[in-house]
């Protein structure tokens, strides 16, 4: 993830999403179908499962996408598995970076995110040699015309949440992420829309990446965010606006 404010990163993959709806679809399908064979297809037990859910609601990921999704996680219907695979190295300027995957092919996913790194000036490192450096944490974000700051202090923080911090245009919330869905749901019994959401793994410290670095860092990112194997990146490095 950027070292910028979470919301930024965000708002970014938002964009993305708008750009290839399909693929996102597809990312978020194979999440359920984990979530699904992991801990059943009732997300009222199985709290993977409930967040998958409401990413794919705030994605618009149609009905049937989802109920075929799930049915293939529970062993309804045929067809490979997928697992769930974490990849831990280093980006340009000794940033750290984590590509999770959900994959039917390990081989396959290990020889694509190794060849991203090496391509840019990275390398793969062992499990655990940059996870340390992160934690999972839910972000809500809020824009600042759909209610005042009082009420998104009052109504967050009762729900349990860590902090909110006021930006020029949204709140931006942070949450536990066993808390992350009570606030969301405080948030909308009181008719406050959320304007974007997600629980993700945030950097405790950044790196400075400029020049040349930043822009291996980009396309590092980008080529690991392509490959249709790959669900979620996260790195710790702050690069430039311009980047």
């Known amino acids: 993830m ?11 993959k938002k964009g993305k999403t708008d750009a290839i709806r399909a693929k996102i679809t597809t990312k978020i399908s194979k999440e359920i179908t984990i979530a699904a064979r992991m801990g059943g297809g009732d997300p009222t037990g199985n709290m993977r499962l409930k967040l998958a859910l409401t990413k794919a609601k705030q994605n618009n990921v149609p009905k049937e996408n989802i109920q075929r999704a799930i049915a293939k996680g529970v062993g309804a219907a045929s067809g490979a598995g997928f697992d769930e695979v974490t990849y831990e190295g280093y980006g340009p300027g000794g940033a750290a970076v984590i590509a999770i995957c959900n994959t039917d092919n390990r081989n396959r996913a290990a020889a694509d995110v190794r060849h991203a790194f090496t391509h840019h000036g990275g390398s793969i490192g062992t499990p655990g040699c940059v996870s340390w450096m992160f934690k999972k944490k839910g972000t809500i974000v809020v824009d600042k015309e759909a209610t005042d700051e009082d009420t998104i202090m009052m109504i967050a923080l009762d729900a349990g949440a860590e902090d909110v911090n006021v930006g020029e245009d949204s709140y931006e919330i942070t949450t536990a992420p066993e808390d992350f869905l009570t606030v969301s ?3 909308e019994k009181e008719g406050i ?6 629980v993700s793994l945030i950097p405790d410290n950044t790196v400075v990446l400029e020049g040349d670095a930043a822009e291996k860092m980009n396309k590092l990112t980008g080529e690991l965010e392509d490959l249709d194997d790959i669900q979620e990146v996260y790195h710790n490095a702050e690069l430039p606006d311009e980047e």
């Open 185 to 187: 749901e405080a948030l």
């Open 193 to 198: 829309a959320v304007e974007a959401s997600e």
């Open 2 to 12: 950027s070292g910028h404010s979470k919301w930024e990163n965000i708002r970014r």
